[in-house]
């Protein structure tokens, strides 16, 4: 039940987010924000190679990929904001410098402990059985901030999808709903992690996003469509976990939302 | 009484500069042409006017306040960009896309006023969109797209309206279109307008006062005014393509890209002035001035 809330927290704000990315052609971002939890990873590797006191204390590393993914995701943002580099560009350079240094830091550590390090595998892939009921909380917290912040900044974030340069000649700010959005995709893809892991978070701020684009042109039925198909995504993946263990929660649900995007698109092509 | 003054105005990006010396206004109620040869600063100028680019040297004033600091204070500059490069896929219609002029006038966390709400569909009236407000924007022409970003650059109710280049790619009876609805918004919601384009034609019709840039300001005085060796100098390599046929002095410039500030040539083609002359918007003496 703790697993299901927090996947469906999850899935709720990946489902609003997903419009935007969609939108805003970020589909990537995610991925590079996941991956650069790797990097924050490594970085607690390195430190626990170095003092052994550190070892198994796992909430360092949690620290640590949020430090990283985080940091990652604003250095994007502002790239790409002040157009020093393209969104496309600056996820392709951060994605590949934070794996490169999260696996350099598993290699220290395995050299020094002469074991895997703690939580390398949940990054890649997830770990959703491991999930407490903090991490629920955490997740149903960051769901409920994402709601409210697009909720609440709705005629502005809509604005700034249109275009951003005619948001900020009508007095939008439109760095901060720019960097918002960032925010709020990276704090998203971080809870994401344990569920899917980085390999496949991207899945869940793509799929709902562009299924209901397929099915609706009208923004309240496309949202509507677009939370519905995250939660029997999120749903499937879980019942088809608990009809058979061998099946991994994240990848079913992955797998379960794609099918749903095929059924959009062949819908869409009857209906023409 | 001027709504737009620039002094000594000048901008160069990294090492090359694209304006100096620019000295321009605008009256209350006016509508200034600014016309220029490819690459000659008028879009930089457009995003000066804005407050979207920091000036090198020199001042924007906005009511007589700088217009960065007019735009912090909540001033709103209405603005149709050159290129309509809005994701058409976006499922909103077109009256959201109108109210998304409104966005920072409202403010953030706070709803569009009843008020605003009224003078949005007394705007869609205005453009001759009332059957399509609540067609979605995918679904609507080039033509129709831009009047709804015309109503959407109009939305928070500007003192000033700049249109970059409007009217590119646009046919002749559309251009016409263009200007009797620039023409009638401006009467009726008392508009000051900067017009950037091309087609001297069009200049010419729309405008009181036309502003003609190549890195500054080499003519600033009504549109029957404007000498014609000026006139060739700036646009040598494209007065063909604004509907001079027939005894126009060829481009001899080997090199010529069509974009450049081109020499001037003795006995240049008379016939430029009267292009300009073409279809006035309104007797000259109607004209701010």
């Known amino acids: ?272 | 009484m001027n709504l737009l003054e620039i002094h000594n105005l000048g901008f160069a990006f990294r090492d090359k500069v694209v304006l100096e010396n620019v000295d321009l206004s605008v009256q209350v109620g006016a509508i200034l042409g600014i016309i220029g040869p490819n690459g000659a600063g008028k879009t930089t100028l457009v995003k000066l006017i804005l407050g979207l680019l920091e000036p090198t040297s020199g001042t924007i004033q906005l009511n007589g306040v700088d217009v960065r600091l007019a735009r912090s204070r909540g001033e709103i500059i209405g603005y149709l960009p050159q290129t309509l490069s809005i994701d058409r896929n976006l499922p909103i219609d077109v009256r959201t896309l109108i109210l998304t002029g409104l966005a920072g006038r409202t403010g953030l966390f706070r709803s569009v006023s009843k008020d605003d709400h009224a003078f949005v569909d007394r705007l869609i009236d205005e453009i001759g969109l009332k059957d399509l407000a609540h067609q979605q924007i995918e679904a609507l022409s080039g033509g129709q797209l831009q009047r709804a970003l015309i109503a959407r650059a109009l939305a928070a109710r500007p003192k000033l309206l700049v249109l970059d280049e409007p009217i590119v790619g646009i046919d002749r009876r559309g251009q016409e279109e263009f200007v009797t609805l620039i023409q009638k918004l401006r009467a009726e919601l008392n508009l000051t307008v900067i017009f950037v384009s091309h087609e001297l034609r069009v200049v010419a019709s729309l405008s009181d006062r036309i502003a003609c840039v190549a890195r500054t300001i080499h003519y600033h005085d009504i549109p029957q005014r404007m000498p014609a060796d000026l006139m060739y100098k700036l646009f040598a390599c494209d007065l063909a393509t604004v509907g001079i046929q027939g005894g126009l002095p060829v481009c001899e410039d080997p090199n010529c890209d069509g974009h450049t500030d081109h020499a001037l040539k003795p006995n240049a083609n008379q016939n430029a002035l009267n292009i300009v002359e073409l279809q006035p918007a309104q007797s000259e003496s109607s004209r701010p001035r």
């Not at chain 1, 409920?144 to 697009?150: G, H, R, S, Y």
């Not at chain 1, 275009?163 to 720019?178: C, F, N, Q, Y």
């Not at chain 1, 991994?248 to 059924?263: D, E, K, R, S, T």
């Open chain 1, 1 to 272: 039940m703790i697993a299901l809330l927090a996947f469906g927290s999850v899935a709720l704000a990946c489902a609003l987010l997903s419009l935007v990315v969609v939108n805003r052609k970020w589909a990537f971002i995610s991925e590079g924000i996941g991956h650069s939890g790797l990097g924050g990873a490594g970085t607690a590797w390195i430190l626990m190679a170095m003092f052994p006191a550190l070892v198994n204390q796992n909430w360092i590393t949690e620290i640590f990929i949020v430090l990283g993914a985080l940091t990652a995701a604003m250095c994007m943002g502002i790239l790409s904001r002040k157009n020093w580099l393209s969104m496309d560009a600056s996820i392709g350079i951060f994605l590949v410098a934070t794996v490169a240094w999260g696996f350099i830091g598993r290699q220290i550590y395995i050299d020094k402990r002469h074991t895997e390090p703690a939580g390398f595998d949940t990054i890649l892939f997830g770990k959703p059985e491991m999930i407490s009921t903090s991490y629920a909380m955490v997740c149903v917290c960051i769901a409920m901030f994402v709601v409210i912040t697009l909720v609440s900044l709705r005629k502005e974030i809509i604005a700034y999808c249109v275009d951003p340069l005619l948001a900020e000649t009508s007095g939008v700010r439109v760095g901060l709903i720019h960097h918002l959005l960032i925010v709020l995709m990276a704090l998203t893809t971080i809870v994401g992690l344990q569920i899917v892991g980085s390999l496949l978070v991207t899945a869940l701020l793509v799929l709902p996003g562009a299924s209901a684009m397929l099915l609706s042109r009208k923004l309240p039925m496309a949202i509507l469509i677009s939370i519905s198909i995250a939660l029997i995504g999120a749903a499937s993946g879980f019942i088809a976990h608990e009809m058979k263990s061998a099946i991994p929660v994240g990848p079913a649900m992955v797998l379960a939302m794609f099918g749903l995007f095929l059924i959009a698109m062949i819908s869409k092509k009857i209906a023409r």
